[in-house]
């Protein structure tokens, strides 16, 4: 079975801290694609990255930063300098090449607050 | 290029009546996804269409629940009898068709249904 766990629930920060959101997945799968949404206090989910399983290079985007293990498989996110605006639940997401191939599997979410 | 809408916004209704949504995806995007999330969960599919042919169907989505693509573009979803346990936001995401695994799918601001 797929498994995205976020154990993580809240997590609040002071602005400009540095904080690190943990991703861990299960999947029997060799090929996938691992993804991080944005949901603000508005609801709609704000697409942030999408990494294939066969790619382990860690990504910056900006503040943004990623780190892929597949040896722990974990995906974490890192924000670097935090503000106001990164307040919002962070989902990590899996899609895997088996049966029901085009379906997203969620974890249950961080909801960080940056705190001005 | 506007993104996904979806209509209601919101939408309050009392147990036993019959709800339909409607979503509108990015326009050429030829599959079109269904998702329910609950407070304090990560979205949980419900069905995907590719074009007008309805692919996969979670088992979430009892007889109650009937979603339709009859053209390829826009999507209905509706529920029927509903219950208070229907009470989610669902959500509509739309995503190109892709080689393999590679789309990204995109999500609308969602609906959220309130059963009393």
């Known amino acids: 079975a797929q498994k995205v766990t976020q154990a993580q629930t809240e997590i609040s920060v002071v602005e400009k801290e540095d904080v690190t959101l943990d991703c861990v997945y299960e999947?029997?799968?060799?090929?996938?694609?691992l993804f991080w949404y944005k949901q603000p206090p508005s609801g709609e989910l704000v697409f942030l990255i999408r990494?294939?399983?066969?790619?382990?290079q860690n990504e910056i985007s900006g503040r943004y930063s990623w780190n892929f293990q597949k040896s722990t498989s974990s995906f974490n996110f890192t924000i670097t300098a935090s503000q106001v605006v990164d307040s919002a639940v962070y989902f990590c997401?899996?899609?895997?090449?088996?049966?029901?191939?085009?379906?997203?599997?969620f974890g249950k979410g961080t909801k960080l607050s940056v705190i001005p | 290029d506007t993104g996904v809408s979806q209509d209601p916004r919101h939408k309050i209704t009392k147990r036993g009546q019959n709800v339909t949504f409607r979503c509108d995806p990015i326009?050429?995007?030829?599959?079109l996804y269904w998702y329910r999330q609950t407070l304090g969960q990560g979205p949980e599919f419900l069905t995907y269409?590719?074009?007008?042919?309805?692919?996969?169907k979670s088992r979430l989505l009892s007889d109650r629940f009937s979603a339709e693509r009859p053209k390829g573009s826009f999507s209905t979803l509706e529920i029927q009898r509903t219950e208070q346990g229907d009470s989610a936001m669902y959500l509509c995401?739309?995503?190109?068709?892709?080689?393999?695994?590679?789309?990204?799918?995109?999500f609308g601001p969602g609906t959220r249904l309130l059963v009393l």
């Open positions: 990494r294939n399983s066969f790619d382990e």
């Open positions: 995401a739309s995503s190109e068709l892709a080689g393999g695994l590679q789309e990204t799918q995109y």
């Open positions: 997401a899996l899609r895997y090449s088996g049966a029901g191939s085009y379906q997203l599997t």
């Open positions: 999947t029997r799968d060799t090929t996938y694609y």
């Open positions: 269409f590719q074009n007008e042919a309805q692919l996969e």
């Open positions: 326009s050429e995007h030829n599959r």
